[in-house]
């Protein structure tokens, strides 16, 4: 069970609110990526959110560009999750990609405040939020195993039985 803060957005949030495009290629480094989420949008997120915590969001969450850095800020910030009426499609895929869970719950959306304590509970796929309980659709098999492996380069690591450090050598054929 995943416990957090609700920090609370609209709809239309897209990838350059999440994370500045003009950081793109000039930051590297997780801290200092997770240092710029969301700061066009709420400059206090940055500072103020914890490990733990959850984003609640309207419809389209995560429209515009594909890059990969308005998730990764987020999971570097330490947010456990983000839940939305609906997704961008790519949005989405990277967000599996990088082991970051992404639940869609318009009901559980309409009911939370900023600030409100948020569990979610997988695999029960299950929101419980003031007092009361929201059902969301399962996550398959496959996206719940690279969520809890972390992502999914990790995710293939385990499956293959590589260490973190090892090379995966792919052979020509000769």
Not at 19 to 31: D, I, N, Q, R, V
Not at 92 to 103: K, P, S
Not at 117 to 145: D, K, N, V, Y
Request: aromatic share 8%; proline share 5%.
């Amino acid at each position: 069970m995943m416990v957090g803060k609700v920090w609370k957005y609209g709809d239309g949030v897209n990838t350059d609110v999440i994370f500045p495009g003009k950081y793109t290629y000039t930051l590297k480094e997780p801290s200092e990526i997770a240092a710029h989420a969301l700061e066009d949008l709420d400059p206090n997120f940055a500072r103020e959110a914890r490990a733990g915590d959850v984003i609640v969001a309207g419809r389209n969450w995560g429209n515009g560009s594909s890059r990969e850095q308005a998730v990764t800020a987020l999971k570097y910030r330490g947010i456990a999750a983000v839940v939305a009426k609906s997704f961008a499609r790519i949005y989405f895929r990277n967000g599996i990609n990088q082991g970051l869970l992404l639940v869609t719950c318009p009901e559980a959306v309409d009911a939370a405040q900023a600030g409100d304590m948020i569990e979610i509970g997988l695999p029960a796929s299950l929101i419980r939020l003031g007092g009361r309980e929201f059902p969301f659709p399962p996550l398959s098999p496959t996206a719940l195993g690279i969520i809890e492996a972390g992502g999914l380069v990790q995710h293939i690591r385990r499956k293959l039985g590589l260490a973190s450090t090892e090379a995966v050598i792919v052979s020509s054929g000769e």
